[in-house]
């Protein structure tokens, strides 16, 4: 193929959104994935990803999650795939010793916050409102919550496809199965290094996920990959009572009692078991050698956390091992290269980037094209301080 102008490494969330606005806007790209996307060895699978409006991570992030909700349904009318699913999303917490996620001290209250100042849709609930709104529920007293009837889920497997097939009909050319090695300077623009070939190209993207600390060493000081996982309980309860007809995503915040916990409605079906998640900033792990046995201790300790407050059985459908990488604030670092700025980085999404990640795409397109730092991205840039760049 001739020189493409823009070459995106890493075709997961970031990168198949990035290629794909790419090619929406007339650039000649280029997309390179070590594997196969969608796969399941970064950060973008299993089923579904949250997404909300009212973000407790802070109100910077609301732009990127409404243009991306514009974005997956446009794609849904020209591909006919399903994405988006706003089934309601449940945010609720103690009264007492909350713990910070997310990098937000207080998640619950930011998110009320941003809902009231962007006027985005919600309802603050008491212990007995959402008790009787939501019975799939053991609520504690004291507890209050916060509904946002927008919310829901996305399908990030599907997302991903549906994203690299409209690049591919726009006119972007997709490498599978190759690795990307290196990059330097040539003349004006770069000479790019894969396992399989040379490109000379404009532009670089980099969306590698997990593995961006391999890709640029100047960011591994600030970020940190983590295995996660994710397990499907047996419910307790009538049939259609877990069904994304009855019951909203929720997230449960941290506090000196409770670990934090997420999860979705019994998708495809009665049986096959809700989806529920922690979070762990323990032990760092090589993006290369992700662990995907989950133990059946991991899996008791997932059990015992969630049944204080979801009617489930102790029986596990399945499980899966994911991985995330995370920045010391837990907020987004999408910069253009320390020491060329026609090189773009945009990964460490902080295990909260799958929502946002179509409207990121768009944004990098035109940061790329039109050669500037849209204003959306500034609170994302570098602000470790210099000696860690
Ligand atoms: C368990 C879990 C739960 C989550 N829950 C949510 C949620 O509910 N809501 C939400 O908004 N977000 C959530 N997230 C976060 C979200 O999924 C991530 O922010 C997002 O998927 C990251 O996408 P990415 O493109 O950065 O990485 P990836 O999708 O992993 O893509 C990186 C790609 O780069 C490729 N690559 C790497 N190195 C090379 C190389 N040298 N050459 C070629 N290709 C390379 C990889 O093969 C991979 O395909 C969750 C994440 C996890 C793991």
């Not at 103690?94 to 309802?123: M, P, Y």
């Not at 409770?258 to 096959?272: A, D, N, R």
């Not at 922690?278 to 989950?294: A, H």
């Not at 204080?308 to 399945?318: E, G, P, S």
Request: glycine content about 10%.
């Amino acid at each position: 193929m001739r020189s493409p102008e823009v070459v995106v490494i890493g075709l997961g969330a970031m990168g198949s959104a990035t290629l794909y606005q790419l090619a929406k806007a007339g650039v000649h790209v280029l997309g390179i994935d070590q594997f196969q996307p969608p796969h399941n060895r970064g950060s973008s699978h299993g089923e579904t990803r949250i997404t909300r409006l009212a973000l407790g991570e802070g109100e910077a992030y609301v732009p990127l999650v409404k243009r991306s909700h514009e974005i997956w349904r446009e794609l849904e009318s020209a591909t006919g795939s399903s994405l988006l699913h706003q089934v309601g999303g449940l945010i609720f917490a103690g009264s007492n010793g909350r713990k910070a996620a997310h990098g937000a001290e207080d998640f619950l209250k930011t998110t009320c916050e941003v809902a009231a100042k962007h006027q985005i849709q919600h309802e603050r609930l008491t212990t007995d409102e959402m008790s009787e709104r939501f019975p799939q529920f053991k609520f504690h007293s004291g507890e209050s919550g916060y509904y946002e009837p927008e919310a829901g889920y996305v399908r990030p497997e599907a997302c991903i496809q549906a994203q690299l097939d409209q690049a591919r009909i726009l006119g972007a050319g997709i490498r599978f199965n190759e690795s990307f090695h290196s990059w330097r300077k040539d003349g004006e623009g770069f000479c790019i290094k894969t396992d399989q070939c040379t490109y000379r190209t404009e532009r670089i993207v980099l969306t590698a996920g997990p593995w961006i600390g391999k890709l640029v060493p100047e960011w591994q000081p600030v970020t940190r990959t983590y295995r996660q996982l994710l397990h499907w309980f047996q419910t307790d309860g009538p049939k259609d009572m877990f069904s994304p007809e009855n019951m909203p995503i929720f997230i449960r915040v941290p506090d000196a009692t409770h670990s934090m916990f997420y999860g979705f409605p019994e998708l495809g079906g009665s049986g096959k078991g809700l989806k529920i998640a922690g979070e762990q900033f323990d032990i760092p792990c090589n993006p290369d050698l992700l662990d995907k046995t989950v133990t059946s201790e991991e899996t008791q300790t997932m059990f015992e956390s969630a049944s204080t407050h979801l009617r489930i059985r102790a029986k596990c459908i399945r499980s899966v091992a994911c991985q995330y990488t995370v920045t010391p604030d837990f907020g987004f670092l999408i910069d253009h290269h320390p020491e060329n700025n026609k090189v773009w980085i945009a990964s460490p999404c902080s295990g909260h980037g799958f929502k946002h990640s179509a409207g990121i795409g768009e944004v990098l397109s035109k940061a790329l094209t039109e050669n500037t730092t849209p204003d959306t991205l500034s609170p994302f840039q570098w602000r470790f301080g210099e000696e860690t760049k």
